[in-house]
């Protein structure tokens, strides 16, 4: 299934005699529904009530599956719901409080008149701002919603079930309390001096979901304004996770890295931060294509050599495709042996399967290779480290470590394992201090 399918839960009335469960699941697969998880909620002598869980490419193909176990014999559809949508209801995310309010000496510690003292110690060494308040460990996410996942220009409001699940992502993987932000803004400067007036109560700026080349201009423009980290994930949250995915599938397939020649297609945000961290890492020969003259101008900018689209592709090595236009790559452009890394989604450049039936070694799509492998410990790490920047070393060192901590027979490890983020987290503290990063950010 596509990363955009529809789940839907369904719970029926079945007949409690063999084969009815049977033409329930037929009836699913007719209409092109992918039979996921059955939970029986109980048992009759003649009734079964059951919750089943029925995943879809699309709302239209949905209603036509419902209406084709409707006509199961002995089945009676009770209700429907989305799972995805009655999982977001009343949000994700909300701001708790660490402490109790339980009497009158925890209101006075809390707020007035205890309060004070802290207001007045952050006056005096706004460092203790750090230890004292949630500065010390809390992110703004911000966007103004015009490049958000594979759909588009959707605005700010559209886009905060995305920046509400960063948040979760930072709290759950990382102990990082992160601020969803969606502003309403017209243009870079707007969102710079926004963000820039807002900036205080933050340790670090995430921002997300931009477009190109804005994002550019405005992380450019913010990162020589505020001394703290500014981060922007589609970037180099997306570069640091496909050079995870180089190292391990240059190791691998026993491709020498240093000697290989890399190709980037699509050098809008995540390509061209790819290409820039490919080229850091050490790749000498990078080659890049965009038919937009200034995209190609910025892969010049880093080093690498803008070549035609075929070129590209019966020359490179290794394949890292960001063009958000599936099915890009016909079957017969692979080059035997090439490792390629069709990232759009919901629908890469090409499948992996297709990929290696035509000839490559080894093949992976944006699904497996998730920016949520690197971004929360690697901002964990530069918070903790009062870093006033994540430089393109801290970032290497991130992509290191994921390798480093891939199962046998996987491309990069699951963004779910919390170890993987706190060993990133660690390793970017102790790359800070050993470089003199460390303490440099503002109080």
């Given amino acids: 299934m596509k990363s955009s399918s529809v789940d839907t839960v369904l719970e029926v009335r079945l007949r409690h005699e063999p084969g009815t469960l049977a033409r329930l699941a037929a009836a699913i697969a007719s209409e092109?529904?992918?039979?996921?998880?059955?939970?029986?909620l109980r048992i009759?002598?003649?009734?079964?009530?059951?919750?089943?869980?029925?995943?879809?490419?699309?709302?239209g193909e949905v209603?036509?599956?419902?209406?084709?176990?409707?006509?199961?014999?002995?089945?009676?559809v009770m209700s429907t719901r989305n799972r995805v949508m009655d999982a977001h209801r009343g949000g994700k995310i909300r701001v708790a409080s660490r402490l109790p309010l339980a009497s009158v000496r925890d209101l006075r510690t809390i707020y007035t008149p205890g309060v004070a003292q802290v207001v007045r110690a952050i006056q005096d060494d706004p460092s203790v701002a750090y230890t004292t308040t949630w500065r010390g460990s809390n992110v703004a996410i911000v966007t103004d919603g015009t490049r958000v996942l594979g759909l588009g220009n959707v605005g700010p409001l559209a886009a905060l079930p995305v920046m509400e699940g960063k948040a979760v992502l930072y709290d759950k993987l990382a102990d990082v309390s992160a601020i969803p932000l969606v502003l309403d803004v017209a243009t870079p400067a707007e969102f710079v001096e926004?963000?820039?007036?807002?900036?205080?109560?933050?340790?670090?700026?995430h921002l997300e979901d931009i477009r190109s080349p804005d994002c550019f201009e405005i992380e450019e423009r913010l990162a020589e304004r505020l001394?703290?980290?500014?981060?922007?994930?589609?970037?180099?949250?997306?570069?640091?996770?496909?050079?995870?995915?180089?190292?391990?599938?240059a190791k691998a397939t026993k491709v020498p890295l240093a000697r290989a020649r890399v190709g980037v297609i699509g050098l809008g945000a995540a390509g061209t931060a790819i290409a820039r961290l490919?080229?850091?890492?050490?790749?000498?020969?990078?080659?890049?294509?965009?038919?937009?003259?200034?995209?190609?101008?910025?892969?010049?900018?880093?080093?690498?050599?803008?070549?035609?689209?075929?070129?590209?592709?019966?020359?490179?090595?290794?394949?890292?495709?960001?063009?958000?236009?599936?099915?890009?790559i016909a079957p017969e452009l692979i080059k035997k042996g090439q490792i390629v890394?069709?990232?759009?989604?919901?629908?890469?450049?090409?499948?992996?399967?297709?990929?290696?039936?035509?000839?490559?070694?080894?093949?992976?799509?944006?699904?497996?290779?998730?920016?949520?492998?690197?971004?929360?410990?690697?901002?964990?790490?530069a918070i903790e480290a009062r870093a006033r920047s994540i430089n393109q070393e801290m970032m290497i060192e991130t992509a290191r470590l994921i390798a480093s901590?891939?199962?046998?027979?996987?491309?990069?490890?699951?963004?779910?394992?919390?170890?993987?983020?706190?060993?990133?987290?660690?390793?970017?503290?102790?790359?800070?201090?050993?470089?003199?990063?460390?303490?440099?950010?503002?109080?």
């Fill in 341 to 381: 890394l069709a990232l759009s989604n919901p629908d890469p450049e090409i499948e992996p399967r297709v990929a290696l039936a035509a000839g490559a070694a080894l093949a992976s799509d944006g699904r497996a290779i998730n920016n949520a492998l690197a971004f929360p410990g690697l901002m964990r790490g």
């Fill in 32 to 40: 092109g529904g992918l039979l996921c998880e059955i939970e029986t």
């Fill in 405 to 443: 901590r891939t199962e046998p027979g996987e491309l990069v490890p699951s963004p779910l394992a919390r170890e993987l983020h706190d060993a990133i987290a660690a390793g970017v503290v102790r790359h800070a201090r050993k470089t003199g990063m460390a303490g440099t950010a503002a109080p």
């Fill in 227 to 249: 001394r703290k980290p500014v981060f922007h994930d589609d970037q180099h949250g997306t570069a640091t996770a496909v050079l995870a995915a180089i190292i391990n599938a």
């Fill in 278 to 328: 490919v080229k850091r890492f050490g790749v000498d020969e990078l080659l890049c294509h965009d038919p937009d003259p200034s995209a190609a101008a910025r892969a010049i900018a880093v080093g690498a050599q803008t070549v035609a689209f075929s070129h590209l592709m019966a020359n490179a090595d290794i394949v890292v495709a960001v063009t958000g236009r599936g099915k890009l």
């Fill in 63 to 76: 209603a036509r599956m419902i209406a084709a176990v409707e006509k199961v014999e002995g089945v009676t």
């Fill in 194 to 205: 926004t963000v820039a007036r807002i900036s205080p109560g933050f340790a670090a700026i």
């Fill in 44 to 59: 009759g002598d003649e009734q079964t009530l059951r919750e089943i869980t029925v995943e879809t490419r699309s709302s």
